[in-house]
């Protein structure tokens, strides 16, 4: 079994490297949200990708065949809204080069799925992703409260220009680790059998206390990047996974349950009174109190997407689509909805968006069935990261665009491959012993 599992180690290093600094890189030149950023993304993910199938290839599942299928599907949708069928069908796209950029991205996104499922093959090397995450949204975290603390900015924003980006970074990081002590807790014997106490100091002082300390410098972070959203989709993130992960299993151990308690009680209740709930409270309120005086976006959304439903104003268009919309009540520059779905309905209308449907469904398909499945623990802990992160992602989508932004959709692509792959290399492993 441990020579199978990797058989791939060997022939795709270098392409395992690459999906490393493509991790490494992503978040610092501003989420890569830049057209001098992104490219170099773009080149590093199609080498993984070219370099994966070199050596061993590993037997594609039916959902990674799924989420190709509909990736690829989306390539050429965009490929239509840029160039429409010559003497049939006019380009839909009003912005030429948006719609083109969009087009290399999408192609990027596909081939670094392709090359995570194919890569991350091991429990090693999922341990190893894992942990890149965790370490890099530490130095985020750092970085964030440096500039807040050092230079009394007003929110944390770590290496993004936007403090609800870095949140939604944070999120998965954060959803990530706890995720890695619930996989990694499985290897300390007598986990299930230890008394409270012994839980409690095992978590504190044991060999994952250092993980739970970078859990709570990220958690207060996060209250310092002032996002409303962040801070709920994180929280209710893992509340839901929590309530997902009982409903299939039946039972919790002792140490997930006072980790997850530890987390939604001491971090919130007593560690970020000290980092700015307070003025997280008053922005919610503040946001309630002037929300009357603000212009209500939504409707004129709805104006651009009745006109555009079906085929979209084309990919990355949104600003210049929603510019003969606007009225004098509209001062400030609208360059995304603060939505992601309505943003990609506009984009990419119905058709376009039933791809994106189609992928989301089939990653969370494999995350609920390696969270209450007969997985190991550990690849049941990593689950548990991938789904809550995740939800937390969706449910950020609802106010912000983090979804827009390379690095953090990225980190969503990962969330949804590493439990495919997961899932395919076990299947294939129970396979060669049968």
């Known amino acids: 079994m441990k020579r199978f599992m990797h058989s791939t180690a060997f022939h795709h290093r270098p392409a395992f490297f690459i999906i490393l600094l493509i991790l490494i890189a992503s978040p610092w030149p501003l989420g890569s949200n830049r057209d001098w950023a ?11 990708a070219l370099t994966a199938n070199f050596g061993i290839r590993n037997q594609l599942s039916v959902h990674h065949k799924i989420v190709l299928a509909a990736l690829g599907f989306l390539v050429c949708f965009i490929l239509f809204q840029l160039h429409g069928v010559p003497a049939l069908v006019e380009p839909t796209t009003q912005y030429f080069y948006g719609t083109r950029a969009d087009l290399t991205i999408t192609i990027m996104y596909m081939g670094f799925f392709y090359a995570t499922v194919q890569l991350v093959d091991s429990h090693d090397r999922c341990r ?85 300390l970078v859990i709570v410098i ?7 990047s002032r996002s409303r959203m962040g801070n709920i989709a994180f929280f209710a993130s893992i509340m839901i ?28 209740l007593i560690i970020s009174k000290y980092f700015g709930v307070e003025k997280l409270a008053e922005r919610f309120r503040e946001t309630t109190i002037v929300s009357s005086g603000r212009v209500d976006l939504q409707s004129y959304n709805l104006s651009v997407f009745k006109d555009h439903a079906w085929l979209g104003t084309g990919a990355g268009s949104y ?29 990419l209308g119905v058709i376009g968006s039933l791809p994106l449907l189609i ?39 609802t106010a912000d665009v983090n979804l827009q932004i390379p690095s953090n959709a990225l980190l969503f692509i990962l969330l949804l491959a590493i439990p495919i792959a997961l899932d395919q290399a076990s299947r294939q492993r129970r396979e060669s012993f049968s």
């Open 319 to 347: 600003e210049v689509a929603f510019s003969p919309y606007r009225d004098a009540d509209i001062v400030r520059k609208i360059s995304h909805t603060e939505n992601d779905y309505i943003e990609f309905l506009i984009e």
């Open 218 to 224: 990220m958690v207060i972070a996060l209250v310092m």
């Open 38 to 48: 992104w490219p170099a993304l773009v080149i590093l993910s199609s080498l993984a």
């Open 359 to 397: 992928v989301l469904v089939a990653g969370l398909h494999s995350q609920v069935r390696l969270l209450g499945g007969l997985a190991h623990p550990f690849e049941r802990g990593i689950a548990f990261g991938c789904l809550s992160g995740t939800i937390s992602l969706l449910i950020h989508g």
């Open 241 to 268: 996974t929590a309530a997902v992960a009982f409903y299939y299993t039946r039972s919790f151990s002792r140490y997930t349950a006072i980790l997850l308690v530890s987390i939604l009680a001491i971090d919130v």
């Open 128 to 212: 190893m992703v894992v942990y890149l995450i965790v370490i890099i949204g530490l130095l985020q975290a750092l970085l964030g409260g440096a500039q807040q603390l050092m230079f009394e900015l007003p929110r944390a924003r770590g290496s993004f220009p936007n403090p609800n980006h870095f949140a939604g970074y944070l999120e998965v990081a954060l959803c990530l680790a706890i995720g890695a002590m619930l996989a990694d807790q499985s290897n300390s014997a007598g986990t299930h059998s230890r008394s409270m106490r012994a839980t409690i100091v095992d978590i504190i002082t044991g060999p994952l206390a250092r993980l739970r």
